[in-house]
């Protein structure tokens, strides 16, 4: 027997949106996400491709709606269209309202178009800068103009575009209002993201001197456009302005900001099947050893309730980045940004 009673968490908020990390593995090295020489899991700890289908699809049963593909880089993982069309079933029934992925944009020339044939109509694409060095010195192992190229297949292809930049003091501060410019004439969005000190080794690519707070992003971004507020819907931690002079939108994320907890919709799947039922602490389900001890649901859909019935009501660590730098040392490349 299987279950499809909507996920409802303790606080009577409808669980809707679920986050998918396929891969620990990229093709880039970005400063705040990852260490030059990263050791990756083996491929036994990873969920297979038919063990993310059956997951996923147990929460699309359970009242998930929206389902966010993402990584490490989603587009690396072999065979990863194989879920994609899996999941485009989803829609194509009306399970499931909305399939996208977050990417770094380098595989986006190969897999845009295929994509879009499964029913994904919008990325977010993670480009913080339009600078061909700082590029390089921000991913350390990226190439420019593949991610250009990738993103001019995107819109070929029909897709949405947002840019999600993370912010970065002396990096791409110059950059934050020409960047607004060239996405609002091609059409895309962009959302700014505030840097999370994530990962034991931060040390390495990251300089604390490198936070650069939203707050001041927006002033900064006030100086040149009128920002009209626009309601918050999302259910997570964007916030949304349009500028007046584009007719754009631009959003700013703050990851570990409390005000967004207590519409909170959404609970995310690392690539070995850990539920994480709130990106700021470190409570998590062990959904792979449920899931490869019967090929029935009934103890997984037990298993996926059971954690929901602990989320919790939101973070609960003081928000100074000293002790966040200590508490959350998981990389986002690991629970999927
Ligand atoms: N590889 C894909 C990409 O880069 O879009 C998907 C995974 S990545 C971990 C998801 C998002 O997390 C990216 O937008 C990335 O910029 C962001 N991210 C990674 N580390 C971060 C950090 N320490 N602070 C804030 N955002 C971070
Ligand atoms: Fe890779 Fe994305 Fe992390 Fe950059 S942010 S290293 S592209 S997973």
């Known amino acids: 027997m299987t279950d499809t009673a909507p996920l409802i968490d303790p606080f009577a908020r409808a669980i809707t949106y679920l986050r998918v990390s396929v891969t620990d593995r990229c093709d880039f090295r970005c400063v705040y996400c990852m260490s030059e020489n990263m050791n990756f899991l083996p491929k036994a700890e990873l969920l297979s491709l038919e063990e993310l289908d059956r997951l996923s699809s147990r929460f699309i049963a359970m009242g998930v709606k929206k389902l966010r593909i993402t990584g490490g880089e989603p587009l690396v993982r072999k065979g990863i269209m194989t879920y994609f069309e899996a999941m485009g079933r ?11 992925l977050t990417t770094n944009g380098s595989q986006l020339r190969r897999f845009a178009k295929p994509l879009a044939d499964c029913g994904v109509k919008r990325v977010n694409v993670s480009l913080d800068t339009l600078n061909e060095q700082k590029f390089k010195d921000i991913t350390r192992w990226g190439r420019f103009a593949q991610v250009m190229d990738g993103i001019d297949a995107a819109q070929e292809a029909g897709l949405k575009i947002k840019i999600n930049a993370v912010a970065l003091k002396g990096t791409n501060d110059d950059e934050a209002l020409s960047m607004i410019d060239w996405c609002h004439a091609r059409g895309f969005d962009i959302t700014f993201i505030e840097v999370m000190p994530m990962g034991e080794d931060m040390g390495e690519g990251l300089r604390l001197d490198q936070f650069w707070s939203l707050k001041d992003v927006q002033s900064h971004i006030a100086s040149k456009y009128t920002l009209i507020d626009l309601p918050d819907n999302t259910g997570g931690p ?15 994320i703050t990851p570990l900001s409390h005000n967004f907890c207590e519409s909170c919709n959404r ?21 792979r050893s449920v899931l490869r001890r019967a090929e029935d649901n009934t103890a997984l859909d037990a298993a996926i309730r059971k954690a929901i019935e602990r989320k919790p009501k939101g973070h609960d660590f003081d928000y100074s980045r000293q002790r966040v730098a200590g508490e959350m040392t ?7 940004g």
């Open 238 to 252: 964007a916030r949304y302005v349009r500028a007046e002079e584009t007719g754009g939108r631009i959003g700013f």
């Open 267 to 287: 609970v995310r799947v690392t690539c070995t099947g850990q539920l994480f039922m709130c990106l700021g602490q470190e409570d998590e389900a062990d959904l």
């Open 90 to 100: 989803h829609l194509a029934s009306g399970a499931l309202s909305e399939l996208t």
């Open 330 to 336: 998981r990389h986002m490349s690991h629970t999927g």
